[in-house]
């Protein structure tokens, strides 16, 4: 078969045809040479998919164009195929679109994006049951030469490389069904475009998802979509000599890259800016970023126009939660402090021993206006000595377990213990928050990876005994926001999304006075540096308020823990966490100061 192809006048190409031969044998690879890198890629058979039954390819396809061929074990990709190479500037331009809609096996991974919907039945537990699936997709290369009792080398050929952060949005074209929980995951992988394809219809038609009989836009179990597909750092703009990122474009029956709709959907924009502004539209040449500014214009515009007025739409920030529950992040979250230890510095041995005062206690913050109670059974003010974990264990639990007989509120678990943090999420907790972002205990971020939950990341130095020794740093801002990535990465690298991530600078913890204020007063540039992670500050009651007003009493620190948390909030509506000793108080603050920043 010849690679096809149509010419449409002015429109962008980044992908030249390659020189390529093949041999008739069915096992020798297709050869294509990459006129741009001087390398070879080659396709190899593709051979048994194992991560869903082959049985499910041809239901997914009745009602769709069928591919050229259907791989198994006795064919290969022995056809021309087009290689993704490096695209030239604007005056390189081609106005050439592929439309081949052959499946077939890369040597070298390509960078994709795909976006990710439910709506139906658990939907955070639908998007990471689709994700376990694609990432384990795999293929066996086949041993020319084995021995006896050897293996067949087992390769991945697609890998999860990150994600954006959650969205739940209004449902679009057909409105009267339930909101969308949304993202947008970036990959590598070696399946070519329409085997990708496939393999995601497999997946979708796996979780129950009906191929056939569903209604266009209604409701859904999964949404797998690609976006863009082969995007690499192709060309310099003229003007600003940066590298700019093209897509490849493919046109068919089955398949349109970059997906036809994108320039359209905010719930798809927005997750795609989380991972990458400035991925070009090769139609349209214009980047992701300026999609999304041109979107947001219209809207703005249909709004002072009052079109669509009488249709709610919305898209917001959410955190997952256990059991199909969220955190919306709309509106500044307060979490109350409640701590089960006898040496806590603000309200340490109040609730010592006393399951139904601290029951109480949470839920008065409840009532109060907290979105969130964190549970600690372990001090680390400065100075505090460690516990061990059973007895950490005995403070925690019968408290966690009896807040969740009569509440379904939020509740953290603060501990640096991975042992305790999967107890503490088996009795009903849903976030772990560790004040050493995963590093004093090796075993965390696979436990809480494990657990599927959201985690907090705090900055610190040392241990509580050994931190305020620990406050050399040659610019806190930069230093503190490089740290948190850094624990970032490793939470991802251990399979912890960052849509299930929240960073916090440490207030408090292996800083001195200037250095807390300094990392507050510069909070914006801080979660600029840490890619808009959600945050959480911890400033309430702490020794600096005191040290500034002379309030040795920390239940006396409260205005000043106002200010402090105003400035953590900065002066824009982001995805914030305020942890608080005094919920009512706090949370009268935080509903001002939003709509403050809501305000026109």
Same mark, same amino acid.
Request: charged share 25%; glycine share 6%; aromatic share 6%.
């Given at each position: 078969?010849?690679?096809?192809?149509?010419?449409?006048?002015?429109?962008?190409?980044?992908?030249?045809?390659?020189?390529?031969?093949?041999?008739?044998?069915?096992?020798?690879?297709?050869?294509?040479?990459?006129?741009?890198?001087?390398?070879?890629?080659?396709?190899?058979?593709?051979?048994?998919?194992?991560?869903?039954?082959?049985?499910?390819?041809?239901?997914?396809?009745?009602?769709?164009?069928?591919?050229?061929?259907?791989?198994?074990?006795?064919?290969?990709?022995?056809?021309?195929?087009?290689?993704?190479?490096?695209?030239?500037?604007?005056?390189?331009?081609?106005?050439?679109?592929?439309?081949?809609?052959?499946?077939?096996?890369?040597?070298?991974?390509?960078?994709?994006?795909?976006?990710?919907?439910?709506?139906?039945?658990?939907?955070?537990?639908?998007?990471?049951?689709?994700?376990?699936?694609?990432?384990?997709?795999?293929?066996?290369?086949?041993?020319?030469?084995?021995?006896?009792?050897?293996?067949?080398?087992?390769?991945?050929?697609?890998?999860?490389? %990150?994600? /954006? =952060? #959650?969205?739940?949005?209004? *449902?679009?074209?057909?409105?009267?069904?339930?909101? $969308?929980?949304?993202?947008? !995951?970036?990959?590598?992988?070696?399946?070519?475009?329409?085997?990708?394809?496939?393999?995601?219809?497999?997946?979708?038609?796996?979780?129950?998802?009906?191929?056939?009989?569903?209604?266009?836009?209604?409701?859904?179990?999964?949404?797998?979509?690609?976006?863009?597909?082969?995007?690499?750092?192709?060309?310099?703009?003229?003007?600003?000599?940066?590298?700019?990122?093209?897509?490849?474009?493919?046109?068919?029956?089955?398949?349109?890259?970059?997906?036809?709709?994108?320039?359209?959907?905010?719930?798809?924009?927005?997750?795609?800016?989380?991972?990458?502004?400035?991925?070009?539209?090769?139609?349209?040449?214009?980047?992701?970023?300026?999609?999304?500014?041109?979107?947001?214009?219209?809207?703005?515009?249909?709004?002072?126009?009052?079109?669509?007025?009488? %249709?709610? /739409? =919305? #898209?917001?920030?959410?955190? *997952?939660?256990?059991?199909?529950?969220?955190?919306? $992040?709309?509106?500044?979250? !307060?979490?109350?402090?409640?701590?089960?230890?006898?040496?806590?510095?603000?309200?340490?041995?109040?609730?010592?021993?006393?399951?139904?005062?601290?029951?109480?206690?949470?839920?008065?913050?409840?009532?109060?206006?907290?979105?969130?109670?964190?549970?600690?059974?372990?001090?680390?003010?400065?100075?505090?000595?460690?516990?061990?974990?059973?007895?950490?264990?005995?403070?925690?639990?019968?408290?966690?377990?009896?807040?969740?007989?009569?509440?379904?509120?939020?509740?953290?678990?603060?501990?640096?213990?991975?042992?305790?943090?999967?107890?503490?999420?088996?009795?009903?907790?849903?976030?772990?928050?560790?004040?050493?972002?995963?590093?004093?205990?090796?075993?965390?971020?696979?436990?809480?990876?494990?657990?599927?939950?959201?985690?907090?990341?705090?900055?610190?130095?040392?241990?509580?005994?050994?931190?305020?020794?620990?406050?050399?740093?040659?610019?806190?801002?930069?230093?503190?926001?490089?740290?948190?990535?850094?624990?970032?990465?490793?939470?991802?690298?251990?399979?912890?999304?960052?849509?299930?991530?929240?960073?916090?600078?440490?207030?408090?913890?292996?800083?001195?006075?200037?250095?807390?204020?300094?990392?507050?007063?510069?909070?914006?540039?801080?979660?600029?540096?840490?890619?808009?992670?959600?945050?959480?500050?911890?400033?309430?009651?702490?020794?600096?308020?005191?040290?500034?007003?002379?309030?040795?009493?920390?239940?006396?620190?409260?205005?000043?823990?106002?200010?402090?948390?105003?400035?953590?909030?900065?002066?824009?509506?982001?995805?914030?966490?305020?942890?608080?000793?005094?919920?009512?108080?706090?949370?009268?603050?935080?509903?001002?100061?939003?709509?403050?920043?809501?305000?026109?």
């Amino acid at each position: 078969m010849i690679l096809s192809k149509m010419r449409r006048p002015h429109l962008i190409s980044r992908l030249p045809i390659a020189s390529a031969f093949f041999s008739k044998t069915p096992f020798l690879t297709d050869l294509v040479q990459d006129s741009f890198r001087n390398t070879t890629l080659v396709s190899v058979p593709f051979v048994n998919f194992t991560s869903i039954q082959n049985s499910l390819v041809d239901d997914a396809h009745k009602n769709q164009s069928p591919p050229n061929r259907l791989f198994s074990p006795t064919n290969s990709c022995s056809e021309k195929i087009f290689n993704i190479a490096n695209g030239g500037s604007q005056d390189e331009s081609s106005d050439e679109i592929y439309t081949t809609d052959t499946e077939c096996l890369f040597q070298k991974y390509q960078r994709a994006y795909i976006a990710v919907g439910s709506n139906e039945g658990d939907r955070f537990g639908n998007i990471m049951s689709a994700l376990r699936i694609l990432g384990n997709v795999k293929h066996e290369e086949e041993n020319n030469n084995p021995t006896d009792g050897e293996a067949l080398e087992i390769e991945p050929v697609v890998k999860i490389v %990150k994600t /954006s =952060f #959650l969205y739940e949005s209004s *449902p679009m074209y057909v409105t009267d069904q339930a909101s $969308f929980f949304n993202g947008v !995951v970036e990959i590598e992988t070696r399946l070519s475009p329409h085997l990708l394809l496939t393999k995601l219809k497999e997946i979708e038609l796996s979780l129950g998802r009906d191929l056939n009989n569903g209604i266009r836009n209604g409701p859904r179990k999964i949404d797998l979509d690609i976006l863009f597909y082969g995007v690499r750092n192709n060309s310099k703009d003229s003007n600003r000599n940066i590298k700019r990122k093209f897509s490849m474009q493919v046109k068919t029956s089955r398949l349109s890259i970059p997906h036809e709709r994108i320039g359209e959907r905010d719930f798809v924009l927005s997750p795609l800016c989380d991972l990458d502004q400035d991925i070009v539209h090769p139609i349209t040449n214009t980047s992701v970023g300026k999609m999304m500014s041109l979107l947001r214009e219209q809207q703005i515009e249909n709004v002072n126009k009052k079109e669509n007025a009488d %249709k709610e /739409s =919305f #898209l917001e920030r959410i955190l *997952p939660l256990p059991r199909g529950r969220l955190l919306k $992040f709309n509106e500044t979250i !307060v979490m109350g402090v409640l701590n089960v230890t006898p040496d806590s510095f603000s309200d340490g041995g109040h609730h010592k021993g006393s399951v139904d005062s601290a029951t109480a206690v949470a839920l008065k913050m409840i009532e109060d206006g907290a979105g969130i109670i964190d549970i600690g059974g372990e001090s680390t003010r400065p100075g505090a000595k460690e516990v061990a974990i059973e007895e950490e264990l005995q403070r925690t639990l019968p408290v966690i377990r009896s807040i969740r007989q009569v509440s379904d509120v939020p509740i953290s678990i603060d501990t640096r213990h991975a042992l305790v943090a999967k107890a503490a999420v088996q009795a009903g907790a849903d976030i772990v928050n560790d004040v050493s972002g995963g590093r004093f205990d090796l075993q965390m971020l696979p436990t809480v990876s494990q657990l599927q939950v959201p985690i907090v990341l705090m900055h610190s130095r040392g241990t509580p005994e050994t931190m305020q020794s620990m406050v050399d740093y040659d610019d806190i801002v930069i230093d503190i926001a490089s740290s948190l990535m850094e624990c970032s990465l490793a939470a991802e690298n251990a399979g912890i999304s960052r849509w299930l991530q929240i960073l916090d600078p440490g207030i408090g913890f292996a800083k001195n006075i200037d250095q807390n204020l300094s990392l507050l007063k510069h909070s914006p540039k801080l979660r600029s540096l840490t890619t808009n992670i959600p945050f959480l500050f911890g400033a309430s009651r702490k020794g600096f308020i005191g040290k500034i007003s002379g309030e040795t009493r920390p239940e006396e620190r409260d205005f000043g823990t106002v200010t402090a948390c105003v400035f953590g909030v900065g002066w824009k509506q982001v995805p914030t966490v305020v942890r608080v000793h005094n919920v009512k108080g706090l949370k009268q603050a935080m509903m001002v100061m939003d709509s403050i920043l809501k305000a026109a």
